[in-house]
């Protein structure tokens, strides 16, 4: 395990280099992500004797609202209130891995299964994934509409991180208080960045203990690792039978 109080460059190198063997024997990208998630929720520790820093770790990646099965287009259309273009980027959960059992299942979330980006104001009125685009050092533009020659262009980009150190009363961060304050998260954290056909991949975490600027930078190197293993994956996104158990109770 790696201590996120100490991170250190050694801990990143460990990291990168499990985060690329996560594709070996896997069928899906779904199937990949979920062994990221669940990889950095195990392994990343609050340091001797604490409980796991983090809370909740997700990963999202923006898909074609025509291209989703039917539950997740059901899901997007019941969010924006309308039909949305065959070509609406969605920012679709693929893996999630928390402190609760509802937390553990993409299907069972209750407001991010897929998240229809309809157009530039649209994301501008969601804080949290305006933020995180313009972090990752992104157009908005550019995750709705990819463009041949630039998303080439992306994917040889290196990204920055998406990092609020304080989330308590940020305003890019929601559920303050049903999520944030209930469950104790201090810092969120985020890396990611784009494939070769112009979708955005995003690792999101919520920690219970604060992350500085200086760690947090240390993630950086970790999004190359992640695309790496999701790149084989690019035309098999979701598993066949997604594992989706009936639990009681509502997600965040």
Known sequence: MHDLAQFSMADMAACSSALRQMGKGAQSMEEVSGRIVE???GELSGGKDREKP????RLFKTHSYGEL???LRS???RLLGREPASNTKCLTLLATAGIKPEWRSRALSVGHQAI?????EGVARIPMIANLVQQFGLEVSQILHPEPGVVADLSKQ???VFHVEEAVGNPNIPAQDEFIVAEGIRSCLGFGGTLPHGDLFAVIMFSRMPISSNTASLFRSLSLSVRIALLPFE??????HPNAPALPGREE
Do not use: H
């Not at 983090?54 to 770790?57: D, G, N, R």
């Open 39 to 41: 990889y950095l929720y």
């Open 54 to 57: 983090f809370a909740l770790v």
């Open 116 to 120: 229809p980006l309809a157009s530039v």
């Open 235 to 240: 035309l098999r996104v979701f598993a066949a």
């Open 158 to 160: 290196s990204f920055n």
């Open 75 to 77: 899901f997007a259309q």
């Open 69 to 71: 099965a039917e539950d």
